[in-house]
């Protein structure tokens, strides 16, 4: 439980202890300095401690949005403030200085102006500055008199606080078939799981097992069965709305949230592909290939928003963003422009309707088509932003950048030496031309276990040494994470499509599901501020150049036989129990934040 101290007797008649205990609080009351520095103390260390003006008139709910949010140490509302975890001490430090500032000292009384707000204030100065959640048309102030507490009172009437509350629930920005096709309703089953005492990592387990059963439908390869799978799907984009919902209506954010949140989406539709591929093979259709395409685009598509989200920080300005801030305040471009990217709404219920309608072919094909042109449109906005961009790229884009290269001890061993004499190309050049010469010494161009491929490898490798060795704070410089995505995840494929060996495809599905689960992983740490994964599991996945070198050596030793399937299956096997036992430790550990994605970013 939490504790909230009280900077006074409370008012008659008000529901501020009431409220402050629905919300998990404990209520104390401190009307002295020294009474206030004392309550704070006894609170045990790590639990949140809210300090409240007894005259408070507000909202529950903005009690609730000031007080209780477990993403912020620090937070303050008009009449209260809380700090928790590395903020208690600030907390404390300004407590002691607030008690020096009375003129009786600590045995005085509190003075009259809000002290809630001075400790706010206080808080800053110390270093901890405080969290202003924004309250929309919620009331939350401290008023100094009978008549000014009495029209506080009635603004508190006049305000419908559970519709509030449910509109907070959804993302103010998101695609067009959450926002409304889905939100309107999902909102009310966040709500119903709320009264019930459901943590959105229930409900979040709950979208997971549905999609699984969705995919199992998928896998039987008859029309009822796909049928039932487009349908499970769309409950299962239900459930995965309506758990982000119930953690804003309630404000149940946890690190093991933020990590399935960020993860489950991607297993889910890796899963309903393999189901797909499964249920077309059973009908004597290979489609695999096409799975494993359409995961690799999908990949690809997100790894470029990432990198340049990184490098480049939202400015409406000048530019392309000001084309894009002109075509926003035409409404229906909004939603159009959502829809084209594709994301994650808009994909699913094409997916659904699909497959529920035709078969995993055409289903596949479909989406590879919608794909790629939403790769396009979305590449092509980012190099035009950036070609236009004003200024340099962010501060952190750097590491960052290097962080998502996931270039491994091959391309560092080979790249440093020649960093400085190779300086005259930038770093996207490098990584571009490393691509072709990976590209154009792959078997299904020179012929069937080349080891000119592995010698292609070796310079892909060099390559990405030598564009990662650069300072990456040019304008374009976001390019290298997808370009390397690319060139891992397209050697495999092309390798397992070219091989025509019985199993070689799902095992380079397996392979790419793992390496692009590291990949996601590091987007969520990056944006959590967590910094990239330990360099200790980079070096021992080998990095995204050294996965490329091995697979195609595999090829080179064993194309045309099962032995490259066996590799195949061997490697993913051994990436998948690094990845995600280095993932589930970090995620469940102290120091992962508890971020969600809030971005309404396509996912």
Not at 49 to 69: E, I, K, N, Q
Not at 198 to 218: F, H, W
Not at 386 to 407: E, I, M
Not at 569 to 574: E, I, N, Q, S
Request: glycine fraction near 10%; charged fraction near 15%.
């Amino acid at each position: 439980m939490s504790s909230a101290i009280l900077t006074g007797p409370p008012v008659a008649g008000s529901p501020l202890e009431e409220d402050l205990r629905a919300l998990g609080f404990s209520v104390t009351v401190a009307e002295r300095p020294a009474e206030l520095a004392r309550a704070l103390a006894a609170a045990p260390a790590g639990e949140r401690v809210a300090v409240v003006d007894p005259r408070f008139v507000g909202h529950r709910h903005s009690l609730r949005l000031g007080l209780t949010d477990p993403r912020f140490p620090a937070a303050a509302i008009p009449g209260a403030v809380t700090a928790s975890g590395p903020a208690r001490p600030a907390l404390a430090a300004a407590v002691a200085a607030l008690g020096e500032g009375e003129g009786e000292g600590q045995s005085g009384p509190l003075a009259a102006p809000p002290e809630a707000g001075r400790l706010a204030a206080l808080l800053a100065a110390e270093g901890a500055e405080p969290h202003r959640p924004d309250l929309g048309i919620l009331v939350a102030e401290v008023p100094t008199g009978e008549r000014a507490r009495a029209e506080a009172a009635e603004r508190v009437a006049s305000v419908d606080e559970e519709a509030v509350r449910l509109r907070g629930a959804v993302k103010s920005r998101d695609g067009f078939v959450t926002t409304h096709l889905v939100s309107p309703y999902s909102r009310y089953l966040a709500r119903w799981c709320a009264r019930r005492g459901l943590t959105p990592n229930q409900v979040t387990t709950a979208s997971l097992v549905t999609a699984l059963i969705a995919a199992g439908c998928a896998a039987t390869g008859d029309r009822l069965g796909f049928v039932a799978a487009g349908l499970l799907l769309l409950a299962s984009f239900v459930l995965d709305c309506a758990d982000g919902q119930l953690a804003r209506y309630a404000l149940r954010y946890s690190t093991l949230g933020a990590w399935l949140d960020a993860t489950f989406d991607r297993a889910k539709e890796y899963a309903f592909y393999a189901g797909l591929a499964l249920g077309a093979a059973r009908s004597g259709d290979d489609v695999w290939a096409l799975a494993l395409g359409a995961m690799v685009l999908m990949t690809c598509r997100h790894i470029v928003d990432f990198a340049f989200n990184e490098a480049h920080p939202p400015n409406p300005s000048g530019g392309a963003g000001a084309i894009s801030g002109r075509l926003d305040r035409i409404g229906w471009t909004v939603w159009a422009r959502r829809m084209i990217v594709l994301p994650i709404g808009e994909r699913w219920l094409l997916i659904a309707v699909l497959i529920a309608c035709t078969n995993p072919r055409v289903t596949f094909t479909v989406l590879l088509v919608a794909s790629a042109f939403a790769a396009s449109y979305t590449t092509a906005g980012r190099l035009l932003r950036s070609v236009r961009a004003r200024g340099g790229t962010a501060p952190s884009a750097p590491a960052a950048l290097a962080g998502l290269a996931d270039n491994g001890p091959l391309a560092s061993a080979l790249g440093r030496p020649l960093a400085a004499p190779a300086g005259a190309l930038p770093a996207p050049a490098w990584a571009l031309l490393g691509l072709v010469l990976l590209s154009v010494t792959l078997p299904p161009v020179v012929g069937d276990g080349s080891w000119l491929a592995v010698l292609g490898a070796v310079g892909y490798a060099g390559a990405a040494g030598l564009a990662a060795a650069r300072p990456l704070r040019g304008r374009l410089d976001w390019l290298l994470p997808p370009v390397f995505r690319a060139g891992e995840y397209l050697t495999i494929f092309l390798l397992a499509a070219h091989s025509e060996v019985n199993g070689a495809l799902p095992a380079a599905f397996c392979l790419v599901a793992a390496s692009a689960y590291h990949h996601y992983d590091t987007v969520y740490r990056l944006r959590g501020g967590a910094g990239a994964p330990p360099r200790w599991l980079v070096m021992a996945t080998g990095g995204q150049e050294g996965r490329a070198l091995v697979v195609t050596v595999a090829c080179a030793l064993w194309a045309g036989g099962q032995g490259f399937t066996i590799a195949l299956a061997a490697l993913a096997g051994v990436l998948a129990l690094l990845v995600l036992g280095e993932s589930i430790r970090f995620w469940i550990s102290s120091q992962a934040p508890a971020v969600h994605d809030e971005t309404g970013e396509p996912a």
